[in-house]
């Protein structure tokens, strides 16, 4: 039997394509497990070997930490002026990424990968400075250690005790072309450090005896090298795909990691990406939002944005459910996405009150899947206290209880007449609807309160002997106490159903948004309409199509801000491209709404480079307004500015200013180019 052809998976193609694409630049990595390992002195070292090759190689910046021999590898390399940048009254200096991008060289060295820039520069984070020198076409040769890397965080802070403030997404790391580990023993590593080679003496031997302790050393070392190795394994196994080379391919891996509004969200997104980068797993990140309720408020939402964040920097595709029963929906998830794999946190409680309250761990172990299951144990040193979602209005209301007194009155009367005519032992059942119209109006504790009342109205009147509370024939016994029991899973199954409704209203009160913005744009009149009816003028058309264009403008971006602040209610404002090519203020939310020049200097970023920007983002985020671009066909014609961080933004909302973005950039992308 002949074998099959195999054919080249075209996704890893694409990833090899794009390896060689020459338009971009190469990224090396210079990796160690510890400071003083040597890292920048290989890095020199290497440039000064590229310069005899006569390739183009400059230093954009490089610490020499005032070590001797650091220092006299930059003696015959050319540096680029720091850009000093007043901070706090204090001149802090940074890459000058501005004048980089202008020399363009052919390779620059940027030392210290994880460093974090001072406030007032383009990006945050140095990696972000690296990337787009990337973008250029700019080589790229870096220096980093293990510990900075997010998915190592906790493990380091479980060996060392000490937790990396400066850290960078591993998927960064995931896109180096080349890595070169930097590797000498602890011993030697040990000695450096008593020569004050690394740190000065002082600083040296308090060093030592702290994260520079020999099992620490040995678990970072350990921790680099599995590092390297997934990530060969993993570039390997792409390279076997592309050139269809035959091999015992395992099944797709899909992971889905659960989290909860908790401070440990962040840690078990780490853990997940682990585990989906040696399964070569694609992966999501799953959160389920209870029934009822809009969304997490104060830390909790804090907590959860922050977790969603990192899972999509890491590279998890974000999925917001809804509903009363976690396992039940993480499990109709997995189910319908061929998931493989399922990672959730261990429960902080005790294993009683965990069995009691039925929580989403226990039933999904018990779940009859087919999926893994990794529980995860929180390892952060302190325990916080999990915020729970906003709870419901529970104020007491007179007026509540009163009305449902009248009801019992109201149906004690009926059943005084019906006694006449059917069992009186039936009667007691005709309080149910006081019950469930209790729950339905008022909500749990009034619908309690109609289900005992009710009960001991039906013994006092209807029960022998009559007019007391005592009860003789045990058949009546039993009967009150099956209504009870009764009444009570009724009013609770009316208070989920209540809150199923209110979840489903405010999907569709998304879904009529997103209609009602659709018909307010069609209502507008078709550009083609319009030039059509001018293609007879001559002289009076280009001022006519002017004044056409302004007003139309005006409409389209007056609906846009009106429907932004339907999704989030705080100040905003619309700019298009105009003719000069440079953005233009066509409306805002209100005529108080200050944009100043270092506003609009972060909004044409975003303009250029079809990105988002501003507050909570990864770049230029010093500024209070976050921009979204508004794309027509890869092409960008203006940006939507609001007074609001981005990270805070829960997945929905972006997901909704998206969709209103897009509606307006089909709306106004053939009147902005006129």
Known sequence: MEEKKLRPDPDALLKEVEKE?????????????????????????????????GLDVVVGIVETHQRAETEALLADLEIIPRKM?????????????????????????VDELAHTNVEGSRHPKRYQDIEELLEQGIDVHTTVNIQHFESMNDAVEKITGVRMLETLPDTFFDRADEVQVIDIPWEELTQRLKEGKVYIPKQALHAIDNFFQRGNLFALRELMLTLVARKMDSELLNYMRAKAIPGPWPTSDKLVVCIAASPYAKQLIRKAYS????????????????????????????????ALNLAEELGAKIMTLSGDNVADEIIRFARE????????????????????????????????????????????????????????????????????????AIITLA????????????????????????????????????????????????TVPRYSFTMKDPKEIINLLVFLFT??????????????????????????LIEEMSKEFLILPPFEQLVEGLATFSQETMSTLTF???????????????????????????????????????SR????????????????????????????????????????????????????????????????????????????????ARWVRL
């Open 21 to 53: 694409d020459a338009r971009k630049g190469r990224l090396k990595i210079f990796l160690g497990y510890a400071p003083g390992v040597g890292k920048t002195y290989a890095m020199l070292n290497d440039a000064h070997v590229l310069k005899k090759r």
């Open 487 to 512: 009444a009570i899973i009724v009013g609770q199954l009316v208070k989920v159903v209540k809150k199923q409704n209110i979840a489903l209203q405010l999907r569709l009160e998304r879904v009529v």
């Open 275 to 306: 585990i989906a980068k040696d399964a070569h797993a694609e992966w999501y990140a799953v959160y389920v939002l209870p029934s009822g309720f809009t969304e997490p408020s104060g830390k909790a939402k804090v907590y959860l944005t922050d």
């Open 415 to 462: 059943n005084a007449v019906l006694q006449n005519f059917i069992d009186p032992s039936s009667l007691v059942y005709i309080y149910l609807i006081a019950i469930i119209v209790s729950a339905l109006l008022f909500g749990v504790w009034p619908s309690i309160f109609t289900s005992i009342f009710s009960l001991l109205t039906y013994d006092f009147f209807f």
């Open 589 to 668: 939310s209100s005529p108080d709404l200050e944009i100043n020049q270092n506003d609009m200097a972060v909004a044409h970023w975003s303009f250029s480079h079809g990105e988002i920007s501003g507050a909570g983002t990864e770049t230029l985020p010093s500024i209070p307004y976050c921009f979204l671009p508004i794309k027509s066909q890869e092409e960008t014609i203006g940006v939507v500015g609001i007074k609001y961080e981005f990270k805070n933004l829960l997945p929905e909302q972006r997901r909704i200013l998206g969709t209103i973005s897009n509606l307006t950039s089909l709306a106004a």
């Open 337 to 408: 996405n061929n998931i493989t794999q399922i990672v959730i946190g261990k429960p902080l409680r005790s294993p009683l009150v965990e069995f009691f309250k039925r929580s989403p761990v226990s039933r999904l172990l018990y779940a009859s899947s087919d999926f893994e299951l990794h529980l995860i144990t929180p390892t952060m040193g302190r325990k916080e206290k999990e915020p729970s979602p906003p709870p419901q209005q529970t104020a007491f209301k007179l007026s509540n209880y009163l009305a449902t007194l009248v009801m019992i």
């Open 548 to 586: 056409l264009k302004t007003t139309i403008l005006n409409d389209i971006s007056n609906l846009a801000i009106k429907y932004v602040q339907k999704v989030i209610n705080v100040p905003c404002f619309v700019l298009f491209r105009a003719k000069s090519g440079d953005l233009q203020l066509w």
């Open 85 to 109: 940048i007043d901070y706090k009254g204090i001149s802090i200096g940074e890459m000058d990424l501005d004048a980089v991008l202008v020399r363009h060289p052919a390779v620059i060295l």
